[in-house]
Structures are given as C-alpha cells and as structure tokens.
C-alpha cells in the first residue's frame, strides 16, 4: 500500500521561510516523478513544482526563486523548501507522487502566511 505522509506546515510571518516533507512508502520512490501542489478553498488544486528521477526540476512562475524541491531516495522523502513567503502563498499543499500511470496524494499539509 502507498501512502504519502507531508508534515511542516504551519503559521510564518510575510518573508519567512519553511520546509515542508513528504515521507513516501510502498512504492518504487527513486524511480518516481514527485511534486507539490496547493489548493485554497473554493479553488482547484494547481502545480507548485516537479523534481524528476534524474533531479530535473520545474516550478511555477509565482514560486521561481522562492522555492527549491528536492528528493532524498535513500529517506524516500521529498522536500520543499519555501522561502520568502507571501500571504497568496497560503494553502493546503500536497505531496504528489507519479510512477508510470499511477499517482498518489498525501493528506496535504497546511501553511499559511500572515503577519
């Protein structure tokens, strides 16, 4: 059984920083394309960043050069490091895991960003 467990979320002031991990198990990690996404209420979940198996990475224009993911497939956990927060930055990000056809969430992690 796969699951994805994301944890460091919480409350940071405008311009802080924080690091969010997602521990992976039951599945293939180091062969896996892994993500982040983020949804606020009453809107669809959109794309925050993609690092491949050979650590290719994307983001979204909003969080180039604010955010960095990273992968450890020993620890089969992904990160996101999330620096210079702003407020439109609040949400519920999830953990994404794709591994040929099949793709997985975590229970997502809840950040927000206010003074």
């Known amino acids: 059984q796969v699951q994805l467990v994301e944890s460091g979320g919480g409350l940071v002031q405008p311009g802080g920083s924080l690091r969010l991990s997602c521990v992976a198990s039951g599945i293939d990690f180091s062969k896996s394309l892994l993500g982040w996404y983020r949804q606020t209420p009453g809107n669809q979940r959109e794309f925050v960043a993609y690092?491949?198996?050979?650590?290719?990475?994307h983001y979204t224009e909003p969080v180039k050069g604010r955010f960095t993911i990273s992968r450890d497939n020993a620890k089969e956990v992904v990160y996101l490091q999330m620096d210079n927060l702003k407020p439109e930055d609040t949400a519920l990000y999830y953990c994404n895991l794709l591994l040929g056809e099949s793709r997985y969430w975590g229970q997502g992690t809840q950040v927000t960003v206010s003074s």
């Open positions: 690092i491949t198996r050979t650590d290719m990475t």
